[in-house]
């Protein structure tokens, strides 16, 4: 499939490691012109000395005003990806006040304030766009000790189909894709013990879990062109898990 994302300004949050990362880089190999944010200026260094090309900018999302003056400072955006994320996995009975405002700071708050910037700009430029939220399994499952972010990607999935609701008749399509547990170094570490690791494949009927690159693919195809008619969807990465 030929995707060429030529003249396109795209901004990727949470491009310090991981999908993000990953993301930024195939974004940019496809001539994208990458924005990429994180709040980690050692790993956007990484990130720029790789490939020059793409743009980053050290801010920490959780602070809803440097948020939206980090957004600012990039318009004009054609396409977003709200990748960033953090995920606090403990007992529903344990999570306490701070652990609950720091995942939904990251995983709502940040959505909304970068989305709702980068949408006026579009709407004001009357120019159609494409915005990707990076959500989980998680928000369409229970999954034990997920409670609280389990709960916040659920709200990002009915976030986008809101905004795909109004944003549609601008032309702004708005999609979530819903990964299973990514082979990520921190994936890698958080589920390389056989013992945790086969309850959850146990679920899943392709038996393993996704690799980066099958979880870019998924993004990459929801910016361009070539899903012109998705919009409002939630798309599952996730080997039939949610199918079982």
């Known amino acids: 499939m030929n995707i060429d994302f030529k003249g396109k300004r795209i901004l990727v949050t949470g491009v310090g490691q991981g999908i993000g990362r990953d993301l930024a880089l195939r974004l940019a190999k496809f001539n994208g012109e990458v924005i990429g944010f994180s709040r980690t200026q050692e790993n ?19 602070d809803w005003e440097a948020a939206i003056n980090a957004v600012k400072s990039v318009l ?9 994320g953090v995920a606090i996995l403990k007992p529903f009975l344990k999570m306490t006040k701070e652990e609950i405002d720091k995942i939904y700071d990251i995983n709502v708050k940040a959505v909304i304030s970068v989305s709702q910037i980068v949408a006026e700009n579009l709407v004001s430029r009357k120019v159609g766009g494409s915005i990707v939220n990076v959500s989980s399994q998680a928000g369409i499952a229970a999954i034990l000790n997920h409670s609280i972010y389990c709960s916040s990607k659920a709200a990002v999935d009915m976030l986008t189909k809101n905004m795909a609701l109004e944003l549609g008749p601008h032309n702004i399509r708005v999609n979530s894709i819903n990964p299973t547990v990514v082979m990520t170094e921190m994936g890698k570490l958080g589920w390389s013990d056989p013992a945790k690791a086969s309850a959850m494949l146990s679920k899943i ?33 996730d080997g039939g898990f949610l199918a079982t």
């Open 44 to 62: 956007l260094d990484k990130l720029h000395s790789e490939d020059p090309r793409i743009q980053t900018v050290c801010v920490d999302l959780s």
């Open 76 to 84: 004009p955006i054609d396409m977003l990806v709200n990748n960033a």
């Open 205 to 237: 009927p392709l038996g393993r879990f996704a690799e980066v690159s099958e979880v870019v693919d998924a993004i990459v195809y929801l910016l361009s062109d070539r899903s012109s008619m998705i919009n409002g969807v939630m798309l599952p990465v």
